[in-house]
């Protein structure tokens, strides 16, 4: 059974990069050919798409973000990770990554980061 | 880009009840539809795609309806444990990807 798994809760500063991973287990990120993506939710509001990778490489961020992400994929650790650079307060919020099949079917359990000094 | 409405933003509801929820989408979507259910504390968990396709375990009580660019999730009878916020979410016309802001069911 395919099963998504996140890292703990993260503080990061302002200006600073954050890293987040997701760890797959019970399939290989390699097969079926579906997108791999990052939502997030700030607090107390809905959903915001972050972009999704194909483990070819092909990847899309939603265009509100300003360039900031870059999603990878690492099929030698089976996981792939996100990276959102100069953030502010406005970047604190629950991130979760997902598989799409149809609809995102499969979700991991979400990463609190707050950024604050 | 799409942009997707949900209403109400809030509705009460008895144990019991038949609910509906509704989603509209700027421009037709062609049932490229999905429904969450999340609780508090948890991940959304997919409930229906392609509009009325129930996903693995998802009880019977939950079906969904619609086309062009209205649709709907109706609970038959509601259980306690259906309180949750519901999101519709379209994948017609993507990137991005794109949620409705959220229906919170309340008794």
């Known amino acids: 059974q395919l099963q998504l798994q996140q890292s703990g809760s993260r503080l990061v500063k302002p200006s600073q990069t954050l890293s987040l991973t997701c760890a797959v287990s019970?399939?290989?990120?390699?097969?079926?050919?579906?997108?791999w993506n990052w939502i997030r939710q700030s607090p107390g509001k809905g959903l915001e798409w972050i972009g999704y990778?194909?483990?070819?490489?092909?990847?899309y961020y939603n265009p509100s973000l300003k360039g900031r992400v870059t999603i990878s994929v690492d099929r030698s650790k089976n996981q792939f990770s996100l990276q959102l650079t100069s953030v502010t307060a406005a970047d604190t919020a629950v991130y979760y990554c997902?598989?799409?099949?149809?609809?995102?079917?499969?979700w991991g359990q979400g990463t609190t980061v707050t950024v604050s000094s | 880009d799409i942009v997707v409405t949900q209403s109400p933003a809030t509705l009460s509801v008895s144990p019991g009840d038949k609910v509906s929820l509704s989603c509209r989408a700027s421009?037709?979507?062609?049932?490229?539809l999905a429904w969450y259910q999340q609780k508090p504390g948890q991940a959304p968990r997919l409930l229906i795609y392609?509009?009325?396709t129930r996903a693995t375990d998802v009880p019977v009580r939950f079906s969904g309806s619609g086309s062009g660019t209205e649709y709907t999730l109706t609970i038959s009878a509601l259980q306690s444990e259906d309180v949750a916020v519901y999101y519709c979410?379209?994948?017609?016309?993507?990137?991005?990807?794109?949620f409705g802001q959220g229906t919170r069911l309340e008794i």
């Open positions: 392609e509009a009325s």
């Open positions: 019970g399939a290989s990120i390699s097969s079926g050919g579906y997108p």
């Open positions: 979410q379209q994948y017609h016309n993507w990137p991005p990807v794109t």
């Open positions: 421009r037709s979507i062609a049932a490229r």
């Open positions: 997902a598989r799409s099949k149809v609809g995102l079917d499969v």
């Open positions: 990778m194909y483990h070819s490489g092909t990847s």
